[in-house]
């Protein structure tokens, strides 16, 4: 084993990162791939299970149509051919994930081939990610590992298996080796999957959420001596499982790499495992000589031919993809890429472009977002679209704004008592007696009163010297709790000093 | 070309597939060897002796050489086939099917806890 790290920066000077990303996701249909058992997440062990995803003597499997044809979206998706035909193959393997002994997957035959998918990098550069093929499969079991310390499989006494998850369709989306990453591997890695995981979700074809593991990534790094041409050993990062840890997986995985080519040893061929705690990775399954899993066409299940038809149908039922729509946006709303980058980091693009439906200007809504509702989401330790308040709700508010009946300073107050869970923003205006003073009876009595208070502005003022009226207006704010319509105090001041 | 029971995927670029078995592709010659049995029986979790090498190895060339007579029958314009039925695009609807309660799935289980399948320890091994 290889102590130390090189440094990033080190790594990059000398060698060149070979990058490839194996992206699972879990489809969102009603039933698994092969069987009519539900697929919802956490239901009680082994309450949604039948013969066929037990694996029991005598059951057959069927495929699920919905699975085929969201493979077949994905697959359009990311730019791929179609194929005409294939079939699923048994992956053999003893290890009790999959009661059958097997996995249903695809193998050389796989439904969708030779995509690609443009990611856009922080700077707003896109770099194209080659896409080598999407295949359908269906998901394992989970395990449990009792007697260990730390509940892994090292040191377990036993294992205990819910096989609830067993069969749900699974989608594995592989890329090409990705070249001429350098310094910017780790980078691209996090792009490319911040990207799938945009695309997947504008279909609707499954929840991607990394933190229940309906989306899981898989990082395969191997370093090239700078300018050899030579490919280096590559080793396989599992659980892998957010954005940021891809990034880092990827980068450790290079310092390593580094490390161990420095110190003149050789990269092990390996399965390791991504640490959350300690972003580092650790050694799991050694593929001592290779791995044999014995594929072999499934003979329970027929070809899948999808026609000509079928394909171009699915096609058609493609929504506007993630960058159109950012593009159009974009236009529409007049921003620039640093400006969109910022709402599409900031997760607000799909709050504006509700409020924006829900009737508020599009300068108004991005302003509510980005700003005010922004600072609260910090302040609560949460992502804006976790905020209790929906962006009809904000509409309300900058309608009222736009309406004269709040003020600005009103309308957070309004936008706090929404936050509180004091009801819809009309309910906070009622309850909390937050309706713009614009009764010119009530405002001239406040103006006069901070008139008399403030002699020498007021003779100021009378002096043609208009700027000074804003002390007036700050002492009518005052006096009105911030209640008084500004632009109207300002008017009755020079009225009443005229 | 001979029959490969082995497929190495060690070394070959992320998503690359290794080429399918088809053991009922191509002329057989190559014997199999006492080393590929053992390899095989390792694979299949098969406790085999040194004496049961032997024997399986012989057997199992008679059994590959007889499917392998397929091959010479076959023509050149016979694709091989995974399927004894011309059957394509079998599906079914996305529709819930009654399964078997958690009691019911457990049932034919050696041992369970917790609502569980239980198994015993599993050892170098993990997924």
């Not at chain 1, 730019?79 to 695809?106: E, L």
């Not at chain 1, 700050?474 to 020079?494: C, F, H, N, S």
């Not at chain 2, 199999?32 to 012989?58: N, Q, Y």
């Amino acid at each position: 084993m290889t102590a130390s790290l090189v440094d990033f920066d080190d790594v990059v000077e000398r060698y060149d990162p070979m990058l490839g990303l194996e992206v699972h996701v879990e489809l969102n249909t009603n039933t698994k791939m092969f069987c009519g058992c539900p697929t919802g997440f956490g239901a009680e062990p082994n309450t949604q299970v039948c013969p066929t995803c037990l694996g029991l003597p005598g059951s057959l499997p069927v495929v699920n149509r919905a699975a085929v044809e969201s493979a077949m979206r994905i697959g359009l998706a990311l730019n791929c051919s179609i194929a005409p035909w294939g079939r699923f193959a048994r992956k053999n393997y003893f290890y009790p994930d999959m009661p059958k002994n097997f996995q249903t997957s695809q193998y050389d035959e796989p439904i969708a081939v030779d995509g690609w998918l443009d990611v856009t990098l922080d700077d707003g550069e896109i770099f194209r990610v080659e896409i080598e093929r999407a295949h359908m499969e269906e998901d394992t079991g989970k395990s449990l590992h009792v007697g260990g310390a730390t509940g892994r499989i090292h040191g377990a006494e036993y294992s205990l298996l819910d096989y609830n998850r067993a069969g749900v369709p699974l989608i594995e989306i592989v890329t090409k080796m990705i070249p001429g990453t350098r310094e910017r591997a780790p980078e691209v890695a996090r792009a490319y999957v911040t990207a799938l995981r945009d695309l997947i979700k504008s279909l609707g074809v499954s929840d991607v959420r990394m933190d229940q593991g309906s989306m899981r990534c898989d990082v395969n790094l191997s370093l090239s001596p700078r300018g050899s041409g030579i490919l280096g050993t590559r080793s396989e990062t599992k659980n892998v499982n957010s954005l940021r840890s891809v990034e880092r997986a990827v980068r450790y995985e290079m310092c390593r790499h580094a490390a161990v080519l420095d110190a003149g040893e050789k990269i092990v061929q390996e399965t390791r495992h991504f640490q959350e705690d300690t972003a580092t990775t650790r050694s799991g399954r050694v593929k001592e000589t290779s791995e044999d899993y014995r594929y072999f066409p499934e003979p329970d299940l027929v070809p899948i031919a999808p026609s000509a038809e079928w394909v171009e149908e699915l096609r058609g039922t493609l929504p506007e993809l993630p960058w159109a729509r950012r593009a159009r946006l974009q236009a529409e709303w007049g921003l620039s890429d640093e400006e969109l980058r910022d709402l599409v980091n900031a997760g607000a693009l799909d709050l504006i472009e509700a409020t924006v439906a829900a009737g508020a200007p599009a300068g108004e809504a991005r302003s509510w977002w980005v700003a005010y509702l922004a600072q609260q989401a910090n302040a609560r330790e949460v992502t804006l679209d976790a905020l209790p308040i929906t962006p009809a709700q904000v509409a309300r508010v900058i309608a009222l704004v736009a309406g004269g009946e709040l003020n600005n300073k009103l309308a957070r107050q309004v936008v706090d008592g929404v936050l509180a869970g004091e009801g819809e923003p009309d309910a906070v205006v009622e309850a909390r007696g937050l309706k713009v003073v614009s009764d010119d009876g009530a405002l001239i009595a406040a103006v006069d009163e901070a008139l008399a208070a403030q002699p020498d502005v007021a003779q100021k003022i009378r002096d043609g010297k208009v700027a000074a009226a804003g002390a007036i207006v700050g002492a009518v704010m005052k006096a009105t709790k911030g209640q008084a319509d500004a632009k109207r105090v300002r008017e009755l001041i020079i009225e009443r000093c005229g | 070309m001979g029959t490969r029971l082995d497929v190495p995927t060690a070394g070959r670029a992320p998503g690359v597939a290794a080429p399918v078995i088809h053991l009922l592709e191509g002329p057989l010659s190559a014997a199999i060897t006492r080393d590929e049995v053992a390899h095989l029986a390792r694979l299949a979790r098969l406790a085999v002796t040194d004496a049961e090498l032997d024997v399986f190895a012989g057997q199992l060339d008679v059994i590959l050489g007889s499917v392998a007579r397929v091959g010479e029958v076959a023509a050149d314009d016979i694709p091989p086939t995974s399927h004894a039925v011309p059957l394509e695009n079998v599906y079914r609807p996305d529709e819930l099917r009654p399964g078997l309660s958690q009691e019911q799935a457990l049932s034919g289980a050696p041992a369970s806890e917790d609502g569980r399948f239980r198994v015993p320890q599993i050892l170098g091994e993990e997924a």
